[in-house]
T-cell receptor, first 109, second 114 residues
Framework: AQRVTQPEKLLSVFKGAPVELKCNYS??????LFWYVQYSRQRLQLLLR??SRESIKGFTADLNKGETSFHLKKPFAQEEDSAMYYC???????????FGRGTSLIVHP | EAGVAQSPRYKIIEKRQSVAFWCNPI?????LYWYQQILGQGPKLLIQ????????DSQLPKDRFSAERLKGVDSTLKIQPAKLEDSAVYLC????????????FGEGSWLTVV
């Protein structure tokens, strides 16, 4: 069965500091991985997906199949990055999505 | 483009009562999902529909939960009878193609069982 692990429940940094939110997955097939974000009082929304290989709001994430990881990184955190971040895996022929428990990122001024 | 609509936004019921949540996905989206999110946890998939057929309902507690999407558009999720541990946010989401497109979420329906 597929599983997504986000080991940190909370990550607290100061503005301008680098950020790395960890995500590890277990899945025997070829995964599709995503990062979703939920800002305060807003709905859950897509931040980025590994197949796009793009940078969104300064965030990037690289799929490392050897380490089964998809860590989210940003070199210089901003206060507006404070939110809940969820890593998600799409698996199987039916593309069933599985979410991690989420990491709360707090960026202090 | 209108987003995923859910109602009611908030509901408080006593244990053993029943409750129903409604979801209208983004127009044209074939795939509809219901997730349960308990405080402090990530969303857990309850059921996934492709048009009006069920793709996966392996984590749906079928003794008390039921969901339908009769015409392949909007959907209802029902809980009967409710238990205290059902207190959670129930998220509806939709996507255009199975896995091919982004999943769009509704604002959620907050359920408190007392």
């Amino acid at each position: 069965a597929q599983r997504v692990t986000q080991p940190e429940k909370l990550l607290s940094v100061f503005k301008g500091a680098p950020v790395e939110l960890k995500c590890n997955y277990s899945y025997s097939g070829s995964p599709e991985l995503f990062w979703y974000v939920q800002y305060s009082r807003q709905r859950l929304q897509l931040l980025l997906r590994h197949i796009s290989r793009e940078s969104i709001k300064g965030f990037t994430a690289d799929l490392n199949k050897g380490e089964t990881s998809f860590h989210l990184k940003k070199p210089f955190a901003q206060e507006e990055d404070s939110a809940m971040y969820y890593c998600a895996l799409l698996s199987g022929g039916s593309y069933i999505p599985t979410f991690g428990r989420g990491t709360s990122l707090i960026v202090h001024p | 483009e209108a987003g995923v609509a859910q109602s009611p936004r908030y509901k408080i019921i006593e244990k053993r009562q029943s409750v129903a949540f409604w979801c209208n996905p983004i127009s044209g989206h074939a795939t509809l999902y219901w997730y349960q999110q308990i405080l402090g946890q990530g969303p857990k998939l309850l059921i996934q529909f492709q048009n009006n057929g069920v793709v996966d309902d392996s984590q749906l507690p079928k003794d008390r939960f039921s969901a339908e999407r009769l015409k392949g558009v909007d959907s209802t999720l029902k809980i009967q009878p409710a238990k205290l541990e059902d207190s959670a946010v129930y998220l509806c989401a939709s996507s255009g193609n199975r896995g091919g497109n982004t999943i769009y979420f509704g604002e959620g329906s907050w359920l408190t069982v007392v």
